[in-house]
């Protein structure tokens, strides 16, 4: 073979070793990340990637104390609004995110509370030796709906956003509780108790026409209006543990979106109505967990982690497209001890293993070449 023969022949066997080790880095690559049914890329190692505007408010129990709490939808900047030795709970945001009603017994007994969005200028809305509880703003602002034990069983009223003209809509000897208004205004969902067993109702707004819509011998709880009426999700024990379910706001579609064998509660729309927020007890180590999914269960993620008991979420204010605050080019997902989150884009077990092979098969390929080139 002669010299020129010689270097063609290994021009040849350089490109093919160039093409195949490019390859071989491509696969590689592969492994490091997902895709899942969200349409978002999230690492294998759980850290996400998604984009989530918007604030959600929580109840958490600081220092032994329960106090209303805001973190920003994409899991960081958590913060105390409250910061009071009474018992802050159940908060709810007025419609344009302006105001915050929420329960409190610092006045010594459960009374519906107004604050501005930032924890300032706290105002008692309700006065009654009674406990009032669970407000829930109607769409337009102007009134607040809630629950109240002072006609001696527990009820619905409607009050003025400003405390005035509080009037019990349910008269009913059942108790009820847990009212979340329509979309529209139109209507309100609550917890009717009947016997030993809460149902989810739904009834207009002044209290006619109420309507089963669960009707099981499970208990169901905390019922949620879906942003354009279609839905309601809520949470129940009929598969034995607690579990987020939805269905259409006729009760019909009901479907299991959670299905895990942990304690699920607790859930909240997105202002979009394209997510849920809600708690969790899925984690070892921890109390509870505030998660996100998708609206029909799927991309489970969670924002933050609490050693103390926390629930009540509720979602306000996305913005279309996010502001570019809310996305942060990485996001590892808030918990207790920063120090131990996963580091953000660390490729997954398997992605390590298939670049170590990639390096191997090059090695050996480049050390073949070498010594056909001595010969």
Partial sequence: MDAYTRVEKMSRINRIFL?????????GLFPLWESDSCGKTFYSDNTSLQEMCGKILFDASIDDNSEICMID????????????????????????????????????????????????NIQRLTNNPANDVYPAWSPDGGKIAFTSDRGG???????????????????????DS???????????VFVRSIGS????????????????LTNNPASDANP???PDGEKIAFHSYRDGNGEIYVVDADGSNLVNVTNISTTERDPAWSPDGTMIVYISKREAGFNVEIYVMNSDGTCQRRLSSFYGPAGRPAWCCSSSPCPEEFLPPEYVPATTSPETSPVAGEPSPLGYAFIILVVLVAAIIALIILLSKNK
């Fill in 224 to 226: 949620a209006w879906s």
């Fill in 153 to 175: 069983n527990v009820e619905i009223y409607i009050m003025d956003a400003d405390g005035s003209n509080q009037i019990n809509v349910t008269k009913d000897l059942s108790s």
């Fill in 73 to 120: 939808a994409n899991g960081e900047n958590q913060i105390n609004l409250t910061n009071n030795p009474a018992f802050d709970v159940f908060p709810a945001w007025s419609p344009d995110g302006g105001k915050i009603a929420f329960t409190s017994d610092r006045g010594g007994n459960k009374e519906i509370y107004i604050m501005d969005a930032d924890g300032s």
């Fill in 178 to 188: 847990d009212p979340a208004w329509s979309p529209d205004g139109t209507r309100i």
């Fill in 197 to 212: 067993n809460d149902e989810i109702f739904v009834m207009n707004a002044d209290g006619t026409n109420p309507v089963n």
């Fill in 19 to 27: 093409v195949f080790c490019g390859t071989l880095f491509v696969l």
